[in-house]
Nanobody, 116 residues
Framework: QVQLVESGGGLVQPGGSLRLSCAASGSIFSRLDMYWYRQAPGKQREFVAFITRRGVTNYADSVKGRFTISRDNAKNTMNLQANNLKPEDTAVYYC??????????WGQGTQVTVSS
């Protein structure tokens, strides 16, 4: 099973930035396709971005041009650089990793609050 831990959330003013990280245990990280999702209060969990094991990326339209996903296979980590944050970005952010070889798993989530 894939074990993931997020960090880097917090309170930020509109227009500010945060860098979220997702760390994976073990030696499987380089074989995982990695995703960020988020869930706002009263709403369904929604896709934010993904990065494949080969580094191909894709983003939800709502964050395109503001968020950047990256990974460091040597450090078993994935990052989400979130710039120009808006109040509607407020949510719990989850990382998810999956591969045929290693299975899949979710992190516990990290809260991002954008408010003045």
């Amino acid at each position: 099973q894939v074990q993931l831990v997020e960090s880097g959330g917090g309170l930020v003013q509109p227009g500010g930035s945060l860098r979220l990280s997702c760390a994976a245990s073990g030696s499987i990280f380089s074989r995982l396709d990695m995703y960020w999702y988020r869930q706002a209060p009263g709403k369904q969990r929604e896709f934010v971005a993904f990065i494949t094991r080969r580094g191909v990326t894709n983003y939800a339209d709502s964050v395109k041009g503001r968020f950047t996903i990256s990974r460091d296979n040597a450090k078993n980590t994935m990052n989400l650089q979130a710039n120009n944050l808006k109040p509607e970005d407020t949510a719990v952010y989850y990382c998810y990793g999956a591969s045929v070889e290693a299975g899949s798993g979710w992190g516990q989530g990290t809260q991002v609050t954008v408010s003045s």
